[in-house]
């Protein structure tokens, strides 16, 4: 597995954000996908695959607890590219066993139950939106937290067996912000109020000037690791 990802780099090295796209797409053909959540850095890739048809399949977690602009820029984003998002959705079995024994808001009172939560919305779908792939392409960028700038560009997830490229890895948030404007592409209104990562509405508030990255999300724990399982890591 280290020679995949040693040849990845050395075909990527020195290409660009869309080039790099496109080589992965020719190494992967049919068993490549993108993962957006319609935050800028998601956006900025979308606009990339869309706009140079660039044969890999985007989706994203419909966890049931989005926010109303996280839906329009959805919408918005297929009216503009006129390209299909393929949706995942919790298995509903699983909710209705959380939330007929917990509630509806049982991800307040620990973290096992937050992440529990978060297992059956986006783990258990993330799960089935990568089977049978071999490449997973992701917006994550180094500078967001402790934990992602310990990452590199392209890596093995052990978790999901397959080959994870980040091809906005070195940008930073002004170079994110600074595309998005010049190719006038939709993005979440809510990163105008403050919220420079946008997940699921009861779990996310805006940050404060000097606040982490992610200090918005699940406001109410350690604020020492944010993430969801999505992207871990050991």
């Known amino acids: 597995m280290s020679e995949l990802i040693r040849n990845i780099k050395e075909q990527t090295a020195g290409l660009d954000a869309v080039a790099s796209l496109k080589v992965l797409a020719e190494l992967f053909p049919g068993e490549i996908v993108f993962s957006t959540s319609f935050g800028w850095e998601d956006q900025v890739i979308s606009h990339m695959i869309f706009a140079n048809d660039i044969p890999i399949k985007v989706f994203t977690l419909e966890t049931g607890r989005l926010f109303p602009e996280t839906y329009y820029t959805w919408n918005r984003t297929m009216e503009i590219y006129g390209k299909p998002i393929h949706a995942y959705f919790p298995d509903s079995q699983l909710v ?4 007929s024994k917990k509630g509806p808001s049982s991800f307040y009172e620990s973290v096992e139950n937050r992440k529990e939560c978060c297992y059956i919305r986006k783990i258990e779908p993330l799960k089935r939106a990568l089977a049978g792939n071999r490449c997973w392409i992701t917006g ?5 937290s402790a934990n992602r700038h310990d990452m590199e560009n392209v890596e093995w997830d052990d978790q999901n067996q397959l080959i994870k490229f980040h091809p906005l890895f070195d940008w930073t948030l002004d ?3 600074a595309y998005v404007k010049a190719n006038n592409i939709p993005y979440n ?3 105008d109020k403050g919220f420079p990562s946008i997940g699921c509405a009861p779990c996310t508030r805006a940050v404060q000037e000097g606040e982490d990255f992610r200090a918005g999300r699940w406001r109410w724990e350690d604020q020492s690791k944010k993430e969801c399982g999505l992207h871990a890591v050991k």
């Not at 209705?96 to 939330?99: I, N």
């Not at 994550?140 to 967001?144: D, F, L, P, V, W």
Request: no cysteine; hydrophobic share 35%.
């Open 189 to 191: 209104p809510l990163h």
């Open 175 to 177: 170079d994110v912000k």
């Open 96 to 99: 209705q066993e959380m939330v």
């Open 140 to 144: 994550i960028r180094s500078e967001q």
